[in-house]
């Protein structure tokens, strides 16, 4: 953003120097001799400092009165458009020609080495109280809805994408759920291979007493 505007600044002073000014109804038109054109508007609402290119590029540094006073600075042509702006309530957009009620809004991909996001989080599963759902009501669900309960569709996420916080402590709800439902398998293999172990000692036990030769003597 700064080096946008440093270049700015430094084409101006050397352009302004070359320049023609015509003077239209409410804009002020300087053409220098290379075909370069800077336009300047600015009415009731609006201002606007426009700089054109031979190559039908654009860029433009302007103030919107009429979106509270948003700051917007442009740069567009036939082959590449984008754009900043940031609003009288400091909302501020990357490629959106207005953020609204967002801080940051951002039209295509962002890349970050970290993002940090304060948010609520999924620990009330371990509670004691807390109603974990038994796996039959987990498929029953899934059968009907077609997806795990509390966990957007597929068609919500297309139409309405999610919140990274929100999201982030649901799929950790189910993690701790699974977690749950792991640790009772566990306890219930441990306890059928403690009977299995039980019926294993009986039947040796059984084979002990099978195997061994009585010796009866009858006196008369």
């Known amino acids: ?39 300047m508007e600015r009415d009731n609402e609006d201002s606007w400092l426009t700089f054109h290119d031979p190559n039908d590029n654009w860029y433009s540094l302007g103030i919107d009165r009429s979106n509270g006073g948003m700051f917007s600075l442009n740069a567009g042509g036939l082959l590449n458009s984008s754009q900043f702006t940031m609003n009288g309530f400091g909302n501020v957009g990357l490629g959106v020609s207005n953020a609204g009620d967002w801080k940051l809004a951002v039209n295509g991909q962002i890349r970050a080495k970290e993002i940090k996001v304060e948010t609520g989080w999924s ?61 009772a398998q566990e306890k219930n293999l441990n306890e059928q291979n403690s009977k299995l172990i039980r019926q294993e000692e009986e039947i040796e036990q059984l084979k002990l007493i099978n195997g061994k030769t009585y010796r009866i003597t009858i006196t008369t």
């Open 1 to 39: 953003m700064k080096k946008i505007l440093l270049l700015i600044t430094a084409f101006l002073i050397s352009y302004l120097a070359e320049c023609q000014v015509q003077h239209i109804t409410g804009q002020t038109l300087l053409v220098n001799p290379t075909g370069r054109t800077l336009m």
């Open 123 to 183: 620990d009330f599963v371990f509670e004691k109280d807390y109603q974990l759902p038994t796996l039959e009501e987990v498929e029953n669900h899934i059968n009907e809805k077609g997806h795990l309960k509390d966990i957007p569709s597929a068609k919500e996420v297309a139409e309405n994408g999610i919140f990274l916080g929100e999201m982030d402590s649901k799929l950790l709800q189910k993690i701790e759920e699974l977690t749950l439902y792991i640790i």
